[in-house]
């Protein structure tokens, strides 16, 4: 993917690392995908006020936590109740949904993984059922 295509999918939302819109991805049947689809970031739950309200005006309506119930009593789902203090667009419904089982021997294995694309191919790997 070229330079100024990757800077139009990195997001500017504050306290949230690696946001970005997956939009422009080559396909495998040579399309790609779509801006303002899907967005991938960091853990939402340290987003300031600011960051929520970017994440609302750039037209996040729903958000999915795939982080295992272990990982959300750490840092639990995003609340949005200071994101949107004058009302206007309603805040993104929130759904937890976990991906894979939390198998010690998986998360080891993963863990270990020598990069992060062979860390979430080893997710995938894994749980195939999970990405149907």
Known sequence: MHNDRRKER???????????DLGGILTTDG???VFG?????DVLTRLSSTGKRRLIEYGI????????PEELSNLPGIVFDDAN??????APHYHSIPFGDPRPEIYEK????????AHYGIW?????ADVE
Not at 61 to 68: E, G, H, K, S
Not at 111 to 116: L, M, P, W
């Open 10 to 20: 990195d997001l500017n939302w504050p306290d949230c690392y690696n946001a970005r």
């Open 31 to 33: 399309n790609s995908t």
């Open 37 to 41: 689809s899907f967005v991938r970031s």
């Open 61 to 68: 309506t729903t958000v999915v936590d795939l982080r295992f």
């Open 85 to 90: 203090p004058n009302g206007g667009v309603a």
């Open 110 to 117: 993963a863990k270990q993984a020598g990069n992060i694309g």
């Open 124 to 128: 995938l790997d894994s749980f195939p």
